[in-house]
Each structure stands twice: as C-alpha cells, then as structure tokens.
C-alpha cells in the first residue's frame, strides 16, 4: 500500500492537480474552482500519495477565529477510501482549530457514524442550498 503524506498548505498545487474529486455532483466544481476555494479557506488538509504527489484526498476549514469553525468538505478519491485517509485528514483539520469552541459539519444521515466515530456528536440544523450555484459562484 503506498504511503500518504498530509499538506496544510497548496504549495505548487494547480488546478489541473484537482481531477476526480465531487464524485456524484450533479453540477460539481471545476478543478479551478476547487483551487480557489482551497485558496480562499482558512485551514487546509491535502492527502498526497509520496510515490507520486497525486492529491487523493482534502477537507478545508472556514472559521472566524474567535469560536466557530466549519467543515464544508472532505472528500477521499473513491479507491483511496477505506485506509483511513478520510479519518486523519479530520483529525488534523480538527487540530488545525483545536482552540475553537464550535467545528461544526452538515453531512447526510449515513456519514454520520464516520463523524462519530472521530469523536463528533449527531446533532440537527438547517441549510440552503441553490442548487444553480452548485459549481462555484459567479466569480470564481
Ligand atoms: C466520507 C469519506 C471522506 C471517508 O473517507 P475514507 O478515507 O474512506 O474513511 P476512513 O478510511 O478514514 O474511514 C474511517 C472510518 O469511518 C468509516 N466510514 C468511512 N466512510 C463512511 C461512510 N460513508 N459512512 C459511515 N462510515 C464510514 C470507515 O468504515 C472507518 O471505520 P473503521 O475505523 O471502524 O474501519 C469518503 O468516503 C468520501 O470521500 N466520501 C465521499 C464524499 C463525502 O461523503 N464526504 C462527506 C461529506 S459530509
């Protein structure tokens, strides 16, 4: 199994390096997008392969700094899942903001269990999604 190494910051990392990520999006990002918004985040976790410096996997944080963080995406190239990437890359973001009180995620019901297991708590909340915005806003 080859070995992953953990990145906190892009580095020399271009969009083209971003491919195969969104699995399932309807209207998912482009690789450019999905550079910017790495970009632009607050904290980020990238899971490189050492063999070959592909990026297999990456979560971001947004957070205020005072007591709310946020984890909008994590996302695991589907045959890198199941070795625990997606597990590590959350414990790092996590303590990435290890001072903030709130790190708050939304996930379906069946991912729940992964959060849990890594030490989060179920709870329930509310968003909005729009949908004609899904690959990125107007800008990006
Ligand atoms: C969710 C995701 C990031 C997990 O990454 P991964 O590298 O496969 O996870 P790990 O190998 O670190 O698994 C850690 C544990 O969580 C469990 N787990 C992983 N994915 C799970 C899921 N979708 N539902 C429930 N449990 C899950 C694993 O079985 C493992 O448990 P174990 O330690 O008892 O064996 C990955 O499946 C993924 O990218 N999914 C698509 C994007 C997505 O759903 N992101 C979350 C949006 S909120």
Redesign the pocket.
């Known amino acids: 199994m080859t070995a992953i190494e953990y990145h906190f910051e892009l580095g020399e990392v271009q969009a083209g390096d971003l491919r195969g990520f969104f699995?399932?999006w309807p209207n998912p990002p482009q690789p450019e997008t999905h550079l910017a918004l790495l970009q632009r985040s607050d904290e980020i976790v990238l899971?490189v392969e050492s063999s070959t410096k592909r990026i297999v996997?990456f979560?971001n944080v947004l957070s205020d700094r005072v007591l709310t963080a946020y984890?909008p995406?994590?996302?695991?190239?589907?045959e890198?899942?199941?070795?625990?990437?997606?597990?590590?890359?959350?414990r790092l973001a996590l303590e990435r903001v290890s001072d903030i009180y709130m790190v708050d995620?939304?996930?379906?019901p069946?991912?729940?269990?992964?959060?849990e297991?890594?030490g989060f708590t179920k709870s329930t909340g509310a968003c909005v999604r729009r949908y004609e915005h899904q690959s990125g806003a107007p800008d990006c």
């Not at 995406?73 to 589907?78: A, G, K, Q, R, T």
């Not at 995620?105 to 379906?108: G, L």
């Open positions: 699995e399932g899971a996997g979560v984890i995406l994590i996302e695991v190239l589907p890198f899942r199941g070795r625990g990437i997606g597990a590590e890359l959350i995620v939304t996930c379906d069946d991912v729940q269990a992964f959060y297991s890594l």
